[in-house]
T-cell receptor, first 114, second 113 residues
Framework: GNSVTQMEGPVTLSEEAFLTINCTYTATGYPSLFWYVQYPGEGLQLLLKATKADDKGSNKGFEATYRKETTSFHLEKGSVQVSDSAVYFCALSDPVGGGFKTIFGAGTRLFVKA | SAVISQKPSRDICQRGTSLTIQCQVDSQVTMMFWYRQQPGQSLTLIATANQGSEATYESGFVIDKFPISRPNLTFSTLTVSNMSPEDSSIYLC??????????FGSGTRLTVV
């Protein structure tokens, strides 16, 4: 079945450090891939998405590239800020193999220190 | 993208009682979903709410415990019935909009005492 695996947290970085959160997936069809962010005490917000191989999603300085050959969708940001402290969820939606529901990874908590 | 208003945002309930959570979408959407996020965990899909028919439940979730209504294309409710402390979680609704994305409500933080 479909699944998402992302690196365990927490990840602790200093402000302006480079961020990578790894995400790999398994899917039977051709999924769309997403990164969601959850700030403390809030619901989920869509951060970025990619719908086909080699697409790059980007938003607020974050980027992720859909790599079909490695079944990965790693999240990167060149210079993190304290305000980026949150939990990040990698997710997929596979209409062919999994219907329209979204499958989430376990989440990675990011702490950014000033 | 669609915008979802979810309420209540939080509640503290006595065990044995029921709570109904509402989600209102600002545009018509074909598919709505209900998720549970237990403390420190990821999101688990409870059910898909279908307009005009019964909800489709995931393994481990049953209609008697989590009845869902979807009377039209912009509204859905989830009821958490006969609550116990194990039901303490964040409950989120989600909608799939025509552009292909998914929007989430802000969540309902439920504490059962």
């Amino acid at each position: 079945g479909n699944s998402v695996t992302q690196m365990e947290g927490p990840v602790t970085l200093s402000e302006e450090a480079f961020l990578t959160i790894n995400c790999t997936y398994t899917a039977t069809g051709y999924p769309s891939l997403f990164w969601y962010v959850q700030y403390p005490g809030e619901g989920l917000q869509l951060l970025l998405k990619a719908t086909k191989a080699d697409d790059k999603g980007s938003n607020k300085g974050f980027e992720a590239t859909y790599r079909k050959e490695t079944t990965s969708f790693h999240l990167e940001k060149g210079s993190v800020q304290v305000s980026d402290s949150a939990v990040y969820f990698c997710a997929l939606s596979d209409p062919v193999g999994g219907g329209f529901k979204t499958i989430f990874g376990a989440g990675t908590r990011l702490f950014v220190k000033a | 993208s669609a915008v979802i208003s979810q309420k209540p945002s939080r509640d503290i309930c006595q065990r044995g009682t029921s709570l109904t959570i509402q989600c209102q979408v600002d545009s018509q959407v074909t598919m709505m979903f209900w998720y549970r996020q237990q403390p420190g965990q990821s999101l688990t899909l409870i059910a898909t709410a279908n307009q005009g028919s019964e909800a489709t439940y995931e393994s481990g979730f049953v209609i008697d415990k989590f009845p869902i209504s979807r009377p039209n294309l912009t509204f859905s409710t989830l009821t958490v019935s006969n609550m116990s402390p194990e039901d303490s979680s964040i409950y989120l609704c989600s909608a799939k909009w025509q552009g292909g994305g998914y929007t989430f409500g802000s969540g309902t933080r439920l504490t059962v005492v």
